[in-house]
């Protein structure tokens, strides 16, 4: 079996690398956009915003599980970037799974709690009605879509409020301002769950072993959407202060900084953000056997190996 990892230098793709478990379930081949990776090793090179391109890597490549863990995730910029947006979270979907649909490829992809329009009072489920609010979530939603139509074997992973011990995200961006400022606003209307890439990589493959482990019928069974977030929820005020406890406990900071509630109108940013975000993943224990762990547990794995770093 012969894996192929798209958008090996993001967030959830250096997770996956670092991880090591999905280059011991087979071939692994790793990719980036200028086919370097980022501790300097030379990989193959594909480039989701040129989608012409990508059935001639496919091709030399020659995968038997696409794991897309490439995408355009600049949620402001993509206000004013829509197209190129939708080309890379889309169109690009849409061709890998054309190409998967005609060499009997499975697609694992990954997409978005920004899909939802944030009006619902309980936790989203995988069949609720979609309404983005702004141009990233129309984008993957777009994507969705299309790799639904392709007809391609596909494992869709929404997930939500996405967070490492690498890369530009929430907590790091916490420790920052924490580290330079005394006091700080922190939205507190807004509702999710925060989820480590950790949590998605472990989910993402009990449910490749499940589906490498059954016959044809069942895994039929499997496709499709699924809700890979972590167990319960909180405000970005709330991970927030849960972030700076844990790193007070570490000495990962010396200080705490005070933590104000803020509104979403105190807080403007081009984007929407639909104000609940919470997605319901029982799905992942029913169909794969995967319980998602609580955000608080995989915030102190987190901050346990920065603290170690």
Excluded: C
């Excluded at 696409?66 to 402001?76: C, G, K, L, M, S």
């Excluded at 059954?214 to 927030?240: P, Y």
């Amino acid at each position: 079996m012969k894996f192929l990892l798209l958008g090996a230098n993001g967030q959830l793709g250096r997770s996956f690398v670092e991880d090591g478990r999905l280059a011991r379930m087979g071939m692994l081949a790793t990719a980036s956009r200028d086919g370097r990776r980022f501790d300097g090793a030379s990989i193959e090179a594909a480039d989701l915003a040129l989608p012409d391109t990508l059935d001639a890597a496919l091709d030399t490549i020659a995968p038997d599980v696409i794991v897309n863990a490439a995408a355009y995730t600049a949620v402001d910029r993509a206000e004013q970037e829509e197209a190129l947006a939708t080309r890379v979270n889309g169109e690009a979907v849409g061709r890998l799974g054309q190409w998967a649909q005609r060499h009997g490829a499975l697609i694992v992809h990954f997409s978005t709690d920004y899909v939802f329009d944030g009006s619902s009072q309980r936790p989203y489920r995988t069949t609720d009605p979609t309404g983005p609010l702004g141009a990233y979530g129309r984008s993957k939603l777009a994507g969705e879509q299309a790799l639904q139509a392709s007809g391609a074997g596909h494992l869709i992973f929404r997930t939500a409020w996405v967070y490492a011990a690498h890369g530009h995200n929430f907590l790091r961006t916490m420790l920052r301002l924490g580290a330079e400022r005394d006091s700080l606003g922190v939205v507190a209307d807004q509702h999710g769950a925060p989820t480590s890439t950790d949590v998605i990589v472990d989910g993402t493959l009990v449910a490749l072993e499940a589906w490498l482990a059954a016959d044809e019928t069942d895994r039929q069974g499997m496709h499709g959407i699924h809700h890979l977030v972590a167990s319960g929820s909180t405000t970005w005020h709330g991970f927030a202060e849960a972030i700076f406890a844990e790193a007070s406990r570490r000495g990962v900071l010396a200080r705490v900084p005070e933590v104000r509630a803020i509104d979403t109108a105190q807080f403007p940013t081009p984007a929407r953000r639909p104000a609940w975000s919470v997605l319901d993943n029982r799905d992942m224990s029913e169909q794969f056997g995967y319980r998602p762990p609580d955000w608080r547990g995989a915030l102190v794995a987190v901050m346990d190996r920065l603290a170690a770093s």
